[in-house]
DNA sequence: CTTGACCTTGACCTTAAGGGCAGGGTTTAG
DNA sequence: CTAAACCCTGCCCTTAAGGTCAAGGTCAAG
């Protein structure tokens, strides 16, 4: 298949598709006239990709998941790695969530600091 | 005083002082061979910028701070449009809170299946 | 009078995941 | 034969808050 029905079937862009490969995700094959040709395996890793993306991973860190992929498994999850990458990610979303809760109380502090300041004047 | 002046009372980098410039925060007055030339209240205004940019509120959203301490205000916050932004960032916090919560279940849930299926097997 | 420390503007670089366009080749249907 | 609908590469654009030169003007001290 070509590049748009790869898109098309996976339900993102072809310029998607493109930058997924210029990130190592997939490598087409090439015909005569220099078109990409997409196998079946390809739309499930973009599928995969896509979701992957959607969960606030970067495309790199997508990778252990097309490997998995790759080497056969019929989830991109079920490799060490990938269940490595999840938690990493869980991790990464638990450090931001502090961040922010942290920031939070600031931010209600100097409301209220604000707020007293003005009713005391 | 000059930038250089500015940007150390103030704890900042020279190149921070033009970027408020440019986003409008300040208008500092030129010699007559071009340099910029600054007061005390812009010491404190920067001060107020670094404050509240670390709070992770963007160059645009520190404007009514800074109209509020050039109203002659002791304090940048204590004016209405002041306390609105400080509302509106811990609003932006919240919503981004409850979408980070929400993806870390969704982590938390795609991981305990893999390590299911892996067990499954 | 020259060196070094200032100052100026301007242009490009940084992240992630593409979007949009230019300019060109290909292919398929009518 | 030609027009539509594909495909290709390559370039610049997007956000925020500056960082990093480059090329040049200015100013104080020795």
Chains 1, 2 share one sequence.
Not at 33 to 39: A, L, V
Not at 49 to 69: D, M, N, R, W
């Amino acid at each position: 298949m070509h590049i748009s029905d790869l898109a098309a079937e996976a339900g993102v862009t072809v310029k998607a598709v493109r930058y997924y490969e210029s990130q190592g995700l997939l490598k087409p094959g090439r015909e005569a006239n220099g078109y990409r040709i997409y196998s079946a395996e390809d739309v499930i890793v973009v599928r995969e990709v896509k979701a992957l993306l959607s969960l606030g991973l970067t495309a790199e860190q997508t990778y252990p998941f097309i490997e998995c992929l790759r080497a056969g498994n019929d989830r991109a999850d079920v490799c060490p790695a990938s269940l490595t990458a999840y938690r990493t990610r869980i991790a990464e979303v638990d450090r931001r969530i502090a961040e922010l809760t942290d920031l939070r109380a600031r931010l209600t502090e100097l409301l209220t600091d604000a707020e007293n300041w003005r009713t005391k004047v």
